[in-house]
């Protein structure tokens, strides 16, 4: 089946310090993987995506590129404000399925102290 | 705000009890999607639409969860005699075509006391 395993939290981090947060998965077929944010009170917000191997999505600074020979999508940022501290949860969907239907990891707390 | 929203935000019921919600999807997108969050997790699929067809249900979706999207415009989630273990965040989320950027709304929050 398919899954995705991320990095546990929280993290907390200083402002301007560097973020990477880990995301591996498992999947039949040719996953498209993507990022999305919840931040406090909100809802989800797709924060960036890659469709193939090799593809970088970035998006307000935020970084990751779909590795194919290690099952990875890690979410990186080099140096964070305050107003990132949100969860962060890495997803894939297999297309071909014709269902696009989205399978998350359990979310990463990250919290930015000023 | 064109974007998902989601109506109630939160419901308070007594176990037993029926409850509904409802979502209305980003204008002219086919496709709606429904998922369950419980705490410290990331939100599972429960269903889907593409226009008033329902296609797939998880088998989380056990018999007293029922979704319909008349028109193919909103759509409804209603859970029957609710248990406390359906105490969680209903997400709804839609996207148009054939790709899996889904946009999603703030959720419903159901507590079963």
């Known amino acids: 089946g398919n899954s995705v395993t991320q990095m546990e939290g929280p993290v907390t981090l200083s402002e301007e310090a560097f973020l990477t947060i880990n995301c591996t998965y498992t999947?039949?077929?040719?996953?498209?993987l993507f990022w999305y944010v919840q931040y406090p009170g909100e809802g989800l917000q797709l924060l960036l995506k890659?469709?193939?191997?090799?593809d970088k999505g970035s998006n307000k600074g935020f970084e990751a590129t779909y590795r194919k020979e290690t099952t990875s999508f890690h979410l990186e940022k080099g140096s964070v404000q305050v107003s990132d501290s949100a969860v962060y949860f890495c997803?894939?969907?297999?297309?071909?399925?014709?269902?696009?239907?989205?399978?998350f990891g359990a979310g990463t707390t990250v919290t930015v102290r000023a | 705000d064109t974007g998902v929203s989601q109506d109630p935000r939160h419901k308070i019921t007594k176990r037993g009890q029926n409850v509904t919600f409802r979502c209305d999807p980003i204008?002219?997108?086919?496709?709606l999607y429904w998922y369950r969050q419980t705490l410290g997790q990331g939100p599972e699929f429960l269903t889907y639409f593409q226009n008033e067809a329902q296609l797939e249900k998880s088998r989380l979706l056990s018999d007293r969860f029922s979704a319909e999207r008349p028109k193919g415009s909103f759509s409804t989630l209603e859970i029957q005699r609710t248990e406390q273990g359906d105490s969680a965040m209903y997400l709804c989320a839609s996207s148009l075509g054939d790709t899996a950027e889904q946009y999603f709304g703030p959720g419903t929050r159901l507590t079963v006391t």
């Open positions: 999947a039949t077929g040719y996953p498209s």
């Open positions: 890659a469709t193939k191997a090799d």
């Open positions: 997803a894939l969907s297999v297309p071909g399925t014709n269902d696009y239907k989205l399978s």
């Open positions: 204008s002219e997108h086919n496709r």
